[in-house]
């Protein structure tokens, strides 16, 4: 197995190389658009690639030659797809298309990571064959890449589609909600948290172990990774209040309708997990395990 990663600078691209590096035996090769940040990785084992310029797609293609490309790169801020569609499309549409490409020639299984921002919200938690229905640029974007994947005619290719991603890695390129949670509490800072929102927030690394076993299986067809536990982002920074002993009066519910944000949310997601339970042995860990877990990476990188 020869597996190239893209966008390894990020959340979910840190975790895969660090679980690849811990495991040890597995031919790899991470990329991403900017230089590297994880100091774990040796510089042989990195290259500069920006999936939005189709000839550094074909060359890393004709150089690594990979079984397996995990394409975790994306424009994931959902503001700024609404607010800058070409952009947004250029990357997480037309970018797809050339890695489609790549692995037609190649016969590589292509795993790719999608979102519960495809769905509507009406009616989680989600099934892997449920309807979509994206309310936003980006969830749009993100489905029409799905679209292009099971229309490509690849032999091997898999959707891993996921929710709220959280964890910490090295000299991370943006925050997420339990740092943002955490941070303003620890200041005393009072905050306004969304009750209509209901997710399943997933750590980073459950989320890499399920694209790595769907790469060990070489699994093909969609799977929702999630964490197992769906709450309201009240709930969710409620929790992070009550784990590390923070003053809760100062976290005030507010409904999404007054945040003015470019784009809509669904209101309820959260994923039904069973189809990567029983075919990949996908098993998350609970949401307060997940933030234990950050007390430790927090230690570790920050
Ligand atoms: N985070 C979430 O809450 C969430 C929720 C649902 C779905 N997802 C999906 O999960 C996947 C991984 O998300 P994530 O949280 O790990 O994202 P992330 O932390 O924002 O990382 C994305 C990485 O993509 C890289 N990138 C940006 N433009 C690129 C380009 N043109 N070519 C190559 N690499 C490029 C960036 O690398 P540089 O830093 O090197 O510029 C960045 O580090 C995405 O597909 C996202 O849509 C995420």
Redesign the pocket.
Known sequence: MKILI??S?????QNIINQLLKKGGVDFLA????TN?NSNLKEEAYHQ????NQNEVDSIFEFYKPTVVI??????NVDACEEHREQCWN??VN?VEYLINGCKKNETHLIH?????IFDGESGPYKESDKANPLSYYGES?YQAEVLIQKSGLKNWAIA?????YGVVEK???S?VVLWAKGALEKGEPINVVDDQFRSPTH?SDLAKGCLLIAEKKANGIFHLSGKEVMSILELVEKIADFYQLDKSIISPIKSLTLNQAAKRPPITGFVLDKAKKELGYNPMSFEEGLALVTKEIKKFE
Do not use: Y
């Open positions: 893209t966008g600078n990020g959340l979910l691209g990329t991403s658009k900017g940040r690639l920006d999936i939005t394409n975790t790169a994306a424009m994931t990357m997480n970018a990571l999608s979102t519960d921002f993100k589609r996921t929710i709220i991603v991370m390129s943006r997420n980073g």
